[in-house]
């Protein structure tokens, strides 16, 4: 009775101020949009630390933080690093001025030395003595820069050659038979193992490991430009041009990959002797303390053993193998091992091989000396250390599996949480790993910044943005879980009630679909993790729901490897959970269910359509993966193993075979030269469709890859939001 | 009132008639469906000459026709032209045995021989005697087979090399370094100016004419074969498979074309001596009586200025040019010089130069004898001459725009009209020209197959057809005539009601439109050239118009050239004015209107619904011209010059610029190899689209190329269908 009363006060004192409130426009919403920014994204702050004193990035100027942290005579003399004063003497050097403190660093902890990084143009300025220590000029066609602070030195790639610009000026050319067919100092295994770059400078900047992979005898996908450029020749022809990308598709001949190690100082470049590098990967690169050994986790193409391996960066011979992982499904690693600043002989190896990802102690004969975390949560990322405290500083989900929060582990595997006991952060270490910045929001928190210290975890508050939807009618928001196909795992939802909602009116639902691993669409993050396309929906009279199904990620390494084999199968099963759940809402019109995915979540939407093809009326799959035939050898042979090896498991997945099923509406959208679900998916489901006279629909973003960015974007929400209104409304 | 009740009482007596009359599914009327040739297609009867004996080519056997032609002792010995009879000889010789007679043909007036042309086998056989003649076995890669009958040799290619296979079997390879860029004895210049081959023998079969066309300077379109062939080798990538095709674009560097001749005895080729061919057309290519000497049409690139070239076959060399025609828009000449059979120095020509395509007689120094026809009417194509009357045989509309009937015109210029009077007739002269075969349909005959003598007009009916649709409901087709945008010109129309039509109803309408040069649509064939799709419509309720515009054949010249250098704007204007007549019918719903062609009419659609954006709710624009830069060279240059020398006029007309003012919906579907209107033009619509915020959908055939045939033509016009259900019902 008494909530009751509460409730109608609470709703007779809201109606007016609600009638008051806006209703969003989509471009307040996606990314892309012209007032994004502007009404969906909270304020924020531009931090670097210098040392352990936290800067604000400034337009005028930079300034230290006010927080505990941070002194001295170089500190006072933050009021001169005003944007007047560096401009002053970029220009007095023939420098590019700059308009913004935004990309500014402080690398050295104990100098006042800001960099400067403008258009290939890289300044170090003293700011007490207004004066240029060190610059250096790249080339404007370099890509992939890698600067080493110690020797400032850079490694950089021009056309898919390596070059190194060393302090003195001097330019050093380490490769000249680049082509899209042979690469270096590139990222290689498409950016699989945690890899993202192709570069590595040892501690020192004096010796540059590098990847190089040979990609001729690859399949090249018949990629196509269908724009004349703006930049073409004179007489060039507006004839479209080919652009071939080359593409190592599941159980076809892959790449090769070498790792050289390039010495400045010498000009000369070693290949480690691994031997023939035929369907091996070489991952996850590090370097030994003294700059002498270099590591790599070496994976062979079944993926399912590792050996960590030393290499003697002089010679290039391999040294020893550590030792070995083995699974029975997949090995994945995606962490480098990462030496204790305080004890050279040992190194932080991060493993599932528990079950979930933790922190262990090796020694470098390889032995283990301890496991340092355990538990039924996910380690995520090693942020550093605290070198005085010897503390190694973490991100993990032990708090929650939907959280992200911020730890530190001693090296008695003593767990601490540090800052915000809440939601979900991004932390960035100081020089000696004393504080962090802690950048977190949760469902109730748009984004607050606090400055964290790892010793005593007090805490001081920078930012606390307001919610850029205060003025508008925002949706109600819900999470949930529910059982799992199997009957035991808790699966976490997402529910979003239409803007207007009438609990006695009957809604059309859309499923939002991703599935995959490394990948999860529910956390604890600012309204549940919603994306502005569901907000927009919920405006156009829609309940919107998303669950993580078994194989996303975050959950351990059984909840992912339920899927071996076998894509799309369980994931399907735990979405059909979801509608169970949906349909049992009273308010839920079960008879106009509709579901929405791209890449994965394309694939999820494409099988759930033609595999029950009674349960949605209306689907939109984006970049969709078709026929795991067509995806690459990394990522597909890990869940899938080869077509040779696991026919049955590629068939039975072929959206292909299933085109004949189709009986609702679905439309297929896919950029035109999508490098990673190539336009052969959806092409070949258009013709498997045709063959067996079923009717989908279909959208292209021409010269899009992926995924839509920009305006693109927009539009592409404006495409799939009629395409439901069409059909489903 | 007499009439009323006329009407009444056949209403009153039809209807339970109509009651039972069926409704058509969509594969009895679309070609591609499996009941279509059963229920759609009237029944006919394969013929051939033999010198003068109308032969009937049965499954079983072949027999004279029951005409007053045909007689003696091998007419009599028809009865023993059995299938039983001819596989035996074809068995007993290794040869593969045929199913039926329908290819068969009999080269030889005077002997009783049948050729039998069976995979790449040919086998001529005396069926009086009982024996095989000749035979030749082509390779089983063989193309463009190409046979003269007097020699009894065959021009042939392979991989884009010539070939000629000589009576005695010798093979004689023409050409070595053929391939896509350099083409021999295929059709050049993209089949434009009435080229539709590239092998040309003279009357003996002693030399073989053939076009070599260097196209390694040409842009090459990057056509993507998507699907894994059936016949791929083990082990071959499943990788989409570049198929690049070389397409000339408009105002850019084109093929180069030569023309040779091959002497099979010597197996020497020489080429004709035409100096550069850069930018040339060398078009028409005919030979003199006694083969000695070839002519030529040559064309500029500008195509505006002609030149009638004779060259000497043995040297190579030209040795006159008859005379030149001019044209201030663009002259297309697409009838080779034909001599006359009874006066080798003289010879047809045939020109629009008075506005009409009309036969003219020249001598061989070039000299004008005669305008022979004359009339504003078009002679549509010349079938040969009745050599004993000295008369040419002929088509034309002379008696109406929209028929095509078979005349005769004598050397003083009589035109004498040969067999029915109404309709549209295809006919095969026999070998003299003293009779032909006359099949034709009009509006109310489904087929009629003829023997009629050119002599004195007697006819010999071989089949009257029954109407396959006379147990079907059939919508009411009407035509009619407008005034064209001009107030001037009478354009013809279609109007087909709705199957089930009630006048106090209000209908969506469609507009199918083509409009463009080479084509009609409205014309006195049967149901006045009704498509299948356009009955399937008409029964789901739409009304059906279509309107033959400024632009499009058979309405003389100064009709084709009002849209010289701006090529749909006069169209539309005259479809503007068909939706003025169509909005003027009490039972067409104005705001519900919709727009669908194909090709030029894809254009056509495109440009109306984003030129005049209030008119057309609904639009489905197939293999669209988008932007006349990416037309080929030949076709586009006729109507719109070069973009460098009429830049207005292609971007006035460029759908690219108008993609922002599209508000209705329009689905644009294209064949996903079209090698016509290539991909880049719906591409890059989207595209435009895209980037100015309008909102078109799209399908795709992958695979097909400028038509979707077979049951991708049904499937094609479900999703028409489809779309129009979806947005203009």
Not at 35 to 57: M, N, Q, R, V
Not at 517 to 543: K, S
Not at 625 to 650: A, L
Request: charged share 20%; proline share 5%.
């Amino acid at each position: 009775m008494k909530t009751t009363t509460f409730l109608t006060l609470l709703t007779l004192l809201s109606l007016p101020v609600m009638a008051q409130k806006k209703l969003f426009t989509i471009n307040d919403l996606i990314p892309g949009g012209s007032t994004y920014y502007a009404h969906s994204y909270p304020a924020t702050k531009y931090l670097a630390w210098w040392g352990d004193t936290c800067i604000e990035l400034g337009i005028d100027q930079c300034q230290s933080t006010n927080t505990p942290i941070g002194a001295g005579d170089a500190v006072a003399a933050l009021n001169t690093l005003t944007l007047k004063n560096i401009n002053t003497i970029l220009s007095a050097n023939g420098r590019k001025t700059i308009n913004h403190f935004y990309n500014a660093s402080f690398p050295y902890a104990e100098k006042p030395y800001i960099l400067i990084d403008r258009d290939r143009e890289q300044t170090l300025i003293d700011w007490v003595n207004q004066q240029v220590v060190w610059k250096a000029d790249l080339p404007i066609k370099a890509h992939n820069e890698d600067w080493n602070k110690n020797s400032q030195s850079t490694a950089y790639t021009i056309d898919h050659n390596l070059f190194v610009l060393t302090a003195d000026g001097k330019t050093h050319q380490v490769s000249a038979d680049g082509s899209t067919d042979l690469t270096y100092g590139e990222s290689v295994h498409r950016d699989e193992f945690g890899i993202s770059k192709g570069t590595y400078w040892n501690p020192d900047g004096t010796l540059l490991a590098f990847y190089k992979m040979d990609q001729s005898m690859v399949s090249k996908y018949p990629q196509v430009n269908i724009t004349f450029p703006s930049d073409a020749q004179e007489g060039a022809s507006r004839c479209a041009q080919l652009a071939p990308d080359p593409y190592p598709m599941a159980g076809e001949t892959s790449h090769k990959v070498y790792v050289g190690i390039f010495n400045p100082q010498t000009d000369k470049t070693i290949y480690l002797n691994t031997g023939d590098p035929t369907d091996r990967y070489f991952t996850n690169i590090a370097w030994s303390p003294d700059g002498t050994r270099l590591y790599l986790i070496e994976l062979n193409r079944d993926q399912n053993h590792g050996s960590l391996d030393e290499y003697d960066a002089q010679t290039g011979e391999k040294l020893r193998t550590l030792f070995t992982e083995d699974n029975d499904k997949y090995f994945e690693p995606v962490h480098p091992i990462q030496f204790l600043p305080w004890d050279n002989t040992k190194f932080i190896y991060q493993t599932r091989r528990d079950g979930y990802n933790h922190i262990y102690i090796y020694d470098v004969a390889g032995k283990l000396v301890k496991q340092l975390t355990t538990g039924k949560f996910e380690v995520m990322d090693v942020l550093g250390f605290n070198t005085k405290a010897k503390t190694i500083i973490y991100t993990s989900n032990e708090q929650n599996p939907l959280q992200k929060n911020v730890f530190s582990v001693n090296m008695k595997g003593k767990r601490t949480l540090l800052g915000n006991d809440t939601g979900w952060h991004n932390a960035t270490l100081s020089e000696s790993g004393k504080y962090f910045t802690d950048k977190y929001s949760s469902p109730l928190i748009p984004r607050n910044i606090d400055v964290v210290s790892t010793e005593d975890g007090t805490s001081t508050n920078l930012l606390s943005a307001a919610d850029p939807w205060a003025s508008y009618q925002v949706p109600e928001i819900k999470i949930g879980t529910i059982k799992a196909a199997d009957g035991v795992t808790d699966l976490y939802y997402r529910l979003i009630l239409p803007t207007d909602f009438d609990p006695n009116k009957k809604y059309p639902a859309v499923v939002y679909v991703y599935g995959g691993p490394h990948a999860h669409n529910i956390d604890a993050t600012r309204n549940w993790g919603a994306r502005g396309w569901d907000i927009w929906m919920a405006q156009q009279g829609y309940v919107m729901f998303c669950l993580d199904n078994r194989g996303s990620e975050h959950r351990g390494l059984d909840f992912e490897q339920a899927t071996f084999r076998q894509l799309g199968v369980e994931e399907m099963k735990d979405q059909l959970k979801g509608v169970e759940f949906l349909k049992s809402l009273p308010y839920v019109d079960g008879d106009r269910l509709g579901v929405h995915g791209w890449s994965f979540g394309g694939f999820m939407t494409t099988s759930l359509m033609t595999t029950y093809p009674d349960v949605f009326k209306v689907g939109v799959a984006g970049g969709p993966v078709i026929d795991w035939h067509f995806y690459e050898v990394m990522y597909g042979e890990r869940y899938m193993d080869t077509p040779q090896s696991n026919p049955e498991g590629y068939e039975s997945t072929s959206l292909l075979n299933k085109a004949k099923n189709l009986k609702g509406r679905l439309m297929v959208i896919y950029g035109g030269n999508d490098p990673v679900c190539v336009p052969q998916h959806t092409l070949s489901f258009m013709r498997a469709c045709i063959d067996a006279n079923t009717y989908p629909d279909l959208f292209t973003y021409p010269g899009d890859g992926h995924n839509m960015t920009g305006t693109d974007r927009i539009h592409l929400h404006n495409v799939i939001t009629r395409y439901f209104n069409d059909h489903l409304k």
